[in-house]
């Protein structure tokens, strides 16, 4: 998985409580996304980041938030859980933003909210 | 909003058989495609890329078609085998420099041996 952990790889928690999901990389690469993976929906960019403090928005952002404070480490967290965050995350790296180059992903998360 | 959409949810073929997996995408200012492939319980892992201004690039096995005329795409396996069977996703790069890219739906390649 080119050097991608994700942790925990499996979790179970209750509506409301506050969850953090964690991507590292060993391949100093500036780019990470998350991502969620539901059945229908395919793969659905949630957040992502182009540099150490710098993220942004992606098409399902709304009731997560991260955080970059180093370059090898990007954290999902659901601040408030809910049913609808049943799903499995997915981070990513790329080299770059730009043409041509690749994301590679992790093994994914797979968390119920109960 | 823009998407993009495959056309058969499953695909079944037979072992040594060769395979092709369609892909439809609307917005013609994409300019970078993926093909990846996800085992189960696996994270997707990369196929093959193909820039806009090419209309066919070839790997071990697989070959990738781009038509930008119909804005279609398709990923060609060869001699599929056993191993093959997995769900296939296309992505686009919508032109951006943020590498954001834009799933399909995922097609289920099934191989009978």
């Known amino acids: 998985d080119a050097g991608i952990t994700q942790s925990p790889r499996h979790k179970v928690t209750e509506t409301g409580t506050p969850v953090t999901l964690r991507c590292h990389q060993t391949?100093?690469?500036?780019?990470m996304y998350w991502y969620r993976q539901d059945p229908g929906h395919g793969l659905r960019l949630i957040h992502y980041?182009?540099?150490?403090?710098?993220?942004d928005k992606g098409e399902v952002s709304d009731g997560y938030s991260v955080s970059r404070s180093k370059t090898e480490d990007f954290l999902l967290t659901l601040e408030s859980a809910t049913s609808s965050q049943t799903s499995v995350y997915f981070c990513?790296?790329?080299?770059?933003?730009?043409?041509?180059?690749?994301?590679?992903f992790g093994p994914g998360t797979r968390l119920t909210v109960t | 909003g823009e998407s993009v959409g495959l056309h058969l949810p499953t695909l079944s073929v037979q072992e040594g058989d060769n395979s092709i997996i369609n892909c439809a995408y609307s917005?013609?200012?994409?300019?970078?495609f993926i093909w990846y492939k996800q085992e189960s319980g696996k994270g997707p892992q990369f196929i093959i890329d193909i820039r806009s201004n090419m209309d066919k690039r070839q790997g071990q096995r697989v070959t990738v078609l781009l038509n930008k005329t119909v804005k279609h795409l398709s990923l060609q396996i060869a001699a599929t085998q056993p191993g093959d069977s997995a769900v296939y996703f296309c992505?686009?790069?919508?032109?951006?420099?943020?590498?954001?890219?834009?799933f399909g739906q995922g097609t289920t390649l099934q191989v009978k041996p």
């Open positions: 980041s182009y540099g150490v403090k710098d993220t």
């Open positions: 992505a686009e790069n919508m032109g951006s420099n943020t590498g954001k890219l834009i």
């Open positions: 917005n013609s200012a994409s300019d970078y």
């Open positions: 990513a790296i790329s080299e770059s933003g730009g043409l041509a180059y690749e994301q590679y």
């Open positions: 391949e100093n690469h500036r780019y």
